[in-house]
């Protein structure tokens, strides 16, 4: 199930990572150490300014097995939500 | 067969084509971030980027400098894999390689390929 906009913006993350000016794959490896560190069923946040991380984190929460939430466009960066599914 | 996927990336372009030569870190440290196994194996002027202190003088334009994708892809587990006869040429000793590169002959990188869910060439 697709979160709304809505559901987005009233997520409060186990954890936020800030891969801010990261080039690809850094926030996708910050994500995966991230990830590491919340409990299954928690969610965790990244913050990124390259545009290309969002699908990148949705093939790749497709991939590992973990739910893309979606994203939200914050000022200058994107906010991507992915629930810790394993 | 293993439930396990594993990709084998073949590194043959060296510092004098920094993007060829970072390209395939990005990939493998994708693919280990993916659960998936990492071979990398380093030919011709490739062997250069296991050299140590050599990935400190490569960055592509808009892509991380290949030294941090180099430490990634050892932290993540990925196995770096040389061509003996490419070290041998360039004068590059084992003692010269970056912690945790070994170097093999052609039958390792035939086992490695074989046994791969795919693998790619750069």
New interface residues.
């Given amino acids: 199930m697709t979160a709304t906009l809505v559901d987005l913006e009233t997520i409060a993350p186990a954890k936020v990572i800030d891969a801010r000016g990261?080039?690809?794959?850094?926030p996708?490896?910050e994500?995966?150490k991230g990830m590491s560190t919340v409990a299954v069923g928690a969610v965790i946040e990244i913050l990124s300014t390259d545009p290309i991380t969002k699908t990148?984190i949705a093939a790749?929460s497709a991939?590992?097995g973990h739910e893309f939430l979606g994203s939200l466009a914050a000022d200058g960066y994107d906010r991507v939500f992915v629930i810790r599914r394993k | 067969m293993a439930d396990t996927e594993k990709l084998v990336f073949m590194v043959t372009h060296g510092p004098a084509a920094p993007e060829l030569a970072t390209i395939p870190f990005?990939m493998a440290?994708?693919a280990l971030?993916?659960?998936v196994q990492v071979v990398m194996g380093f030919q011709a002027d490739g062997v250069e980027l296991v050299h140590a202190g050599v990935a400190d003088t490569v960055e592509a334009p808009?892509?991380?400098p290949l030294a941090k994708l180099l430490a990634?892809v050892r932290e993540?587990g990925g196995l770096l894999l040389v061509c003996g006869p490419c070290v041998k040429s360039r004068g590059i000793g084992v003692e010269d390689l970056v912690a945790g590169a070994e170097i093999v002959a052609a039958a390792r990188f035939v086992v490695e390929i074989t046994s791969a869910t795919n693998s790619l060439v750069y």
Avoid: H, I
Wanted: glycine fraction near 4%; aromatic fraction near 8%; proline fraction near 8%.
């Fill in positions: 990261a080039a690809c794959p850094g996708l490896l994500a995966k990148d790749w991939k590992v | 990005v440290a994708a971030a993916s659960d808009a892509f991380p990634d993540l």
